[in-house]
């Protein structure tokens, strides 16, 4: 009940604020939602639960660079030997790509993360920290990819990556993560706007 609770709270908010974003030109990207599964592995622990995103352009252009903001929140539920456990994560992120081309564009992103960890409902740690991604992406016939290293510094420093692969006009994406203890694998629809 907890996490459709968080669900329910969280999925408005991610819809409005792509709403409210102003498309300023033609077949240009505004704003992306993303709501899926996703399956997260932590030291010793496994669970299966849900994933909500947005990305929103922000309206400052350099020539040839973007500015944007990212909202994330995943949570995950296993149950072992009668008792509960939950992993949430949110993050909330700032980052500029360059466009190489139409098809191709580098970017580097940092922003708060935030990790947390319960056994039937108690908190058992909570960590604070940064995550800093450098990466690109490519597109081409429907199809879009992108691979990035990835930073994470909190409790622990590690260094590792991620990518994720866009499919079926950019509507479906997996996602997969690899960073210190930390794996995450995401299906999810996406919508732009």
Known sequence: ????????????FLISSSVYANQPEKNKLVAQVNLGAVYTSVNNYSGTGYKAS???NLPMIIS???FYGKLSYQTSHDEKNGSDFYFEESE????????ISDKQRVFLE?????QSFDQNEQGVWKDY???????????????????????RDGVESDLGYNYSFAFFKN???ISYTDVGDYQSLGLSFQTNF
């Open 110 to 114: 940092g922003g708060d993360i935030k």
């Open 129 to 151: 920290g940064y995550v800093i991604r450098l990466g690109t992406q490519v597109q081409k016939e429907g199809l879009n990819f992108q691979i990035a290293l990835e930073q």
């Open 1 to 12: 009940m907890k996490n459709i609770t968080k669900l329910l709270i969280a999925t408005p």
């Open 54 to 56: 947005a990305l929103i």
């Open 92 to 99: 909330l992120t700032l980052g500029i790509a360059y466009n």
């Open 171 to 173: 509507k479906m994406r």
């Open 64 to 66: 040839g660079s973007d």
